[in-house]
Every structure is written in C-alpha cells, then in structure tokens.
C-alpha cells in the first residue's frame, strides 16, 4: 500500500504543498492564478480595442507550457494556438546562453496578430532572436507577454508588451521554470536550496 503523507490541518495550502528543495515560496499558486487571469483580460481588452477578434498565441516551450495553458484559458477571443521550441546552448564564446530554435511552429502567421509567450524575460536573446524569426513571417502585430521579467540581466534590449511580475536576479523555479529539467510542475514559484543547485547530490 502506498505510504500516507501525513498533512498537518494547521498549514496553509502553500505549505502543505511545500518541495523540501524550495527555499522560499516568492509567488504563491494563488497569486498567480489571480495575476494570470488579470493579464488574459488585460489582453483580451486590448486586441477588442484594435478591433482584432482572433489572436494567434505562441508559447515558447518547454518553459512557457504551464503560463500559456492558463494563460489562453482566459483569453475572451478566437484563439489559434501554436508552439515553437527553443533550447539554450552555452557558446566559448559567450558567458551567457544562446538560444537555438529546435522546432519552428506549424500555423501561418502572415495576415494574423500574434502573441509571443514565455515563461520569464532574462537576458532578452530568446525573445530577441524569436520576434526576429516571427516577425519575417508578416503577421498584423506581434507583441509578447512573459510571467517573469530579470529587467537587470538584459544583454539584449528587450521590452515585453505583458509583464506578470518583475523579479530581481534570482533564480527561480516551478510553474513551468525547471532546474536541471526539474520542479516544472510546482504550482508555486520559489527559490532553490542552494545544496540542491549541485546536481552531483542527486541521487534521489
Ligand atoms: P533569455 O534568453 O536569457 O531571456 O532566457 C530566457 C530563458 O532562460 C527562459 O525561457 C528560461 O528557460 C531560462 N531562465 C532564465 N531565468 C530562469 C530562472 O530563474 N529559472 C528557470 N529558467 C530561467
Ligand atoms: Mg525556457
């Protein structure tokens, strides 16, 4: 029989949930969930006010899968929904990490308003990179919207039109965010145990 985890009645619901490798919770479930149905009217209000009735959405993944699928629920217009998958690489080069596009997305984007999606805004070269390769595909508008934005680690000038929360130069994982491929699916945002940042102690 499997083990009961025993929940003690006293905790809140973010720490009944609570990852023994978070250190702290910033953005709690709730939070966001208010914070993404704020921004999905926020979007809807603007394209009705440009007189647009569809909306072409583009999640970037793997990161912005959680985001985007919340995200788009809320969205109070015709929606087509595509991905494209990016993946960032370090080059000799350079101390930060490139992206790479892996897998472009399969709908046309010539005539449409589109809306790029990410999880987080850090150092602006994925956003950069795919505005570039979006924008070549004619569409009507193109504007981008991320959960999380690092305004102070921009290598590349970026500014996203939907920000969900700014952060200051943390790193962060859940709802989506992954250490080492790990905690997407927290429902929560938070900070990683700095014993836990050293992969070789993985052994669970
Ligand atoms: P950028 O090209 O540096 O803006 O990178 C954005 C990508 O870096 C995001 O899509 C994330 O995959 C990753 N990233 C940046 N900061 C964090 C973080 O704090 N936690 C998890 N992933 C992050
Ligand atoms: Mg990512």
């Keep these: 029989m499997a ?10 619901p973010e720490e009944e949930l ?11 479930r709730e939070q966001i969930n208010h ?8 979007i809807t ?5 440009l007189g647009a009735t569809e909306l072409t959405i583009v999640g970037i993944t793997n990161g912005a899968v959680v985001f985007v699928s919340d995200l788009l629920r809320g969205v109070r217009l015709h929606t087509r929904f595509d991905t494209v998958r990016v993946t960032s690489y370090y080059d000799y080069d350079s101390p930060v990490a490139l992206p790479k ?3 472009q997305g399969k709908l046309r984007l010539d005539g449409k308003h589109v809306l790029l999606v990410d999880d987080i805004l850090d150092t602006g070269n994925t956003l950069s990179l795919l505005r570039k390769t979006l924008l070549a595909q004619n569409p009507v508008s193109l504007r981008t919207c991320v959960l999380l934005d690092k305004k ?13 929360f700014d952060l200051p130069d943390v790193f962060v994982v859940g709802y989506g965010l992954d250490y080492a491929e ?3 699916n927290l429902p929560y945002i938070g900070t990683l145990k ?3 940042r050293d992969t070789s102690s993985w052994d669970d």
């Design 35 to 42: 914070r993404v149905i704020e921004m999905s009217d926020t």
């Design 45 to 49: 209000s603007d394209y009705q006010t």
């Design 152 to 164: 102070s680690r921009r290598v590349t000038p970026f500014e996203a039109e939907y920000v969900g």
């Design 3 to 12: 083990k009961q985890k025993s929940i003690s009645l006293n905790h809140s």
């Design 182 to 184: 790990r905690y997407r």
């Design 101 to 103: 596009i892996l897998a």
């Design 194 to 196: 700095i014993e836990r």
């Design 18 to 28: 609570a990852h023994p490798d978070i250190e702290n919770v910033l953005f709690s």
